[in-house]
C-alpha cells in the first residue's frame, strides 16, 4: 500500500517542482523582455499546464513579444502557449514556445 501512494506523490512532488522553475524562467524572461521599457514592470507569472500567463503594467507599447519568445526557447518546453496580459486590458498571444515565429509583434 505504501509504494502506491508514495509514486503519485513522488510524481505530484516532481511536476510541482518543474512547474516552480518554468514560473521562475518565464518570469525571469519576462522581466528583461518588459525592462527594456522604462517604468514597465512584470506583476506575476502563472503557469498552468501548458500555458503560461505573465502579468505586466506598460506604459505604452510593450516590446515585440518575438524578443520574448526567442528569449523563453530552451527554457521551458515547446508547446507551452505564452500569454501576456497587459495593464490596459489587453492580452496578448505571443506564440507557442518551439513553435513557427509570429508574423507580426
Do not use: F, H, Y
Request: net charge negative; charged share 10%.
Amino acid at each position: 500500500g505504501l509504494v502506491l501512494v508514495t509514486i503519485p506523490l513522488l510524481a505530484n512532488s516532481v511536476a510541482n517542482a518543474l512547474v516552480a522553475l518554468w514560473t521562475q524562467r518565464v518570469s525571469n524572461a519576462a522581466q528583461a523582455w518588459v525592462g527594456q521599457v522604462p517604468g514597465a514592470r512584470v506583476t506575476g507569472v502563472t503557469v498552468e499546464s501548458r500555458t503560461a500567463v505573465i502579468s505586466i503594467i506598460c506604459p505604452g507599447e510593450p516590446p515585440s513579444v518575438s524578443e520574448l519568445m526567442k528569449a523563453l526557447d530552451g527554457q521551458v518546453p515547446d508547446g507551452v502557449q505564452i500569454m501576456v496580459d497587459t495593464s490596459v486590458g489587453t492580452q496578448i498571444d505571443a506564440g507557442v514556445v518551439g513553435g513557427p515565429p509570429r508574423t507580426s509583434g
